[in-house]
């Protein structure tokens, strides 16, 4: 078996009362998809948290590319190649989606501390960003105020701008929550591609698209992980079709 | 784009002529009051990079103005009477030399800035202002507890510092010294604004996650911006207490502080040149309703929350229009 890229070892993390996170090991494996599903709080968000930093568990480690990185910022372990895009899109509203691209572009570079060259004249900065928008398709929208584009748009951009990094491993937040099917239908067939290029920890609610793109599956809920295996394994499982699926067999 | 731009230049080219039309009349007090426009918009173009890049109200700039006032009080009274600053383990002696002035005043500016936003960038919102201004009150009161350097009544010049072949003592020469460094800062501020720091530092005010997340650190980023803020408002404060001839801890008083923001916010905030704008209406308010009436400063209140209320893009934002993502 191939070292895992990314993995979490008895992750916990509790807020007051509310265990979150409960024991959660799982991993990412080289040129694999591997999904975590689960009903709406069930921790999925916390995890995600825990894995890119800014959310310190309280027991438990991660480790990425061999290395613990539990104690390293979110900064650092994005300097270390983990592309993270959010559920709710965190991008600069204000600046175009040319501006948004190049952010991740100057982190790939490794530091802002260029005071003078002007960043949209910069050409190496400008190839990588366009490149990426070029791969999402919104090549077309670079001088558009990021404000101005649509919710699925916005979600394109989060998935550009991790792409501008050329990560070790994407970590991705529901990247088709709130897209309609046809953009649904599109991003799905993107990332049956990128994993490819790097592994993805894919937590995501359409059904249709987990199923369609996974390789491996972790049910969480409640915070615990009370399935893990493939889709038919998965499907077949009699807890996750109680817990979670409904009862529709 | 094109049309702020125009305004920029307009407005610049104001603060050029009105001085010179007043220089050609022999209107010296007219030419005083622009050159406090040009230094009290240098301050305030310090304060923008914190403020309207960086999304950092600092209600404590009056900290680096007034270090930057006692920088040349302290250096230019050591000189004046011939006293050095520390025989030992060196020699350190005054200077009336304005360049190695402005050296001292915005190194020491910088420092100033490091250790305070080192400090009370670990907060936001609400508690940073509180904590920048609890920063400036304590330089406050100990300006006026250090009677080495007239505590209270501050410290008095008697001539105005050495420009290389230039004459400070003649407004117009002053005023052009003045007018230059504004230039010279408002330019370094638009190279800065467009470069890969300036589009992090932009981002980091709208987005700091999405700035982690792509491996930069939205501290490191805030806290260079906060060290260039505070030594441009530095060498503002030394200019200032030029212009004076004297210094005193009214330069470290949060009103100082206030009224940098004021300037910020009348002219646009967020917009390059917004603080000259904002500093060339406050001192024609000043001068023209101080004349008209004491009590000035509400009519300045009436009219920021009109600022506030309807034109949040202050001067520069209700001529130009809204603000356009620079390509
Ligand atoms: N910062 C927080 N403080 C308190 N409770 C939280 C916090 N973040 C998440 N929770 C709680 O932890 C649980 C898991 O939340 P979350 O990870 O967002 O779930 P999911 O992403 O699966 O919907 C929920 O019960 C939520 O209310
Ligand atoms: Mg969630």
């Known amino acids: 078996m191939t070292e895992p890229v990314l993995a979490t070892h008895g992750l916990t993390k509790r807020f007051g009362a509310v265990t979150a996170c409960e024991g959660v090991s799982l991993d990412l494996r080289p040129g694999e998809i591997h999904a975590v599903i689960g009903p709406n709080g069930a921790g999925k968000s916390t995890l995600i948290g825990q894995i890119c930093g800014g959310i310190a568990p309280d027991n438990g480690t991660v480790s990425f590319l061999g290395r613990d990185v ?27 989606v040319l501006q948004n691209a190049v952010l991740g572009a100057v982190g790939a570079r490794g530091g802002a501390f260029s005071l003078f060259r002007r960043a949209l004249a910069d050409s190496d900065l400008r190839q990588r960003a366009t490149a990426a928008l070029e791969r999402v398709g919104l090549a077309d929208h670079a001088a558009t105020r990021t404000a101005e584009l649509s919710h699925g748009q916005r979600r394109q951009l989060e998935v550009a701008v991790a792409l501008t990094l050329a990560p070790r491993a994407f970590v991705m937040d529901e990247p088709m929550a709130g897209m309609g099917s ?8 993107f990332l049956d591609e990128l994993r490819a290029e790097a592994p993805i920890l894919l937590v995501e609610h359409d059904m249709d698209a987990v199923f369609a793109l996974a390789d491996r599956l972790s049910v969480l809920v409640y915070g615990r ?19 979670y699926l409904g009862e529709s067999a | 784009m094109k ?48 403020l309207g890049i960086g999304g950092l109200v600092s209600l404590g700039h009056a900290a680096f103005f007034g270090i930057g006032g006692y920088a040349m009080g302290i250096l230019a009274s050591h000189a004046q009477t011939y006293d050095p600053i520390m ?9 009336k030399v304005m360049p190695v002035i402005w050296i001292v005043a915005v190194l ?42 007239g505590g209270e009544d501050g410290l008095s010049i008697y001539v105005r510092n050495d420009f290389p072949l230039l004459n400070t003592l003649d407004p117009i020469q002053f005023f052009a010294i ?11 501020s638009a190279r800065l604004a467009a470069s890969p720091f300036g589009l992090a530092l932009n981002a980091a005010r709208q987005t700091p996650q999405r700035v982690e997340a792509v491996g930069l650190s939205p501290f490191r980023l805030r806290l260079a911006a906060f060290v260039l803020s505070g030594a441009i408002t530095g060498l503002a404060g030394a200019l200032f207490a030029d212009l004076n001839r004297f210094v005193s801890p009214v330069m470290f008083s949060w009103q100082t502080s206030g009224e940098i923001i004021v300037f910020i916010i009348l002219g646009g905030v967020g917009r390059l040149y917004g603080p000259v704008a904002g500093a060339a209406l ?46």
């Open chain 1, 70 to 96: 539990t104690g390293l910022s979110t900064a650092a372990r994005a300097r270390m190649g983990m592309g993270r895009t959010f559920q709710i899109s965190a991008l600069a509203m204000e600046d175009t």
């Open chain 1, 182 to 189: 046809e953009g649904s239908k599109r991003m799905t067939a």
């Open chain 1, 225 to 243: 992980v009370i399935a893990s295996g493939t889709v038919e394994e998965i499907r077949a499982d009699a807890r996750v079709r109680a817990a």
């Open chain 2, 3 to 50: 049309r702020e731009m125009l305004i920029n230049a307009a407005l610049m080219a104001g603060l050029l002529v009105v001085p010179l039309w007043a220089w050609a009349v022999d209107e010296p007090f007219t030419i005083t009051l622009a050159t406090r426009v040009a230094i009290l918009a240098l301050a305030a173009v310090g304060l923008n990079i914190a």
């Open chain 2, 87 to 95: 025989q030992w383990p060196l020699l350190v002696e005054g200077t």
């Open chain 2, 108 to 149: 020491a500016a910088a420092l100033a800035a490091l250790v305070i936003g080192a400090l009370s960038l670990r907060t936001s919102g609400v508690y940073f202002i509180m904590i920048t201004l609890a920063f400036g009150q304590m330089l406050y009161f100990f300006a006026i507890s250090w009677p080495a350097y």
């Open chain 2, 178 to 188: 003045c007018f230059a460094l504004l230039a010279l800062a408002l330019w370094f």
């Open chain 2, 282 to 327: 406050f001192i024609t308010l000043e001068h023209f309703l101080g004349e008209v009436s004491d009590y000035w400063h509400i009519f300045l209140g009436l009219l920021l929350l009109a600022v506030v209320l309807f034109a949040r893009g202050g001067v520069i934002g209700t001529l130009a229009g809204r603000k356009v993502a620079h390509d």
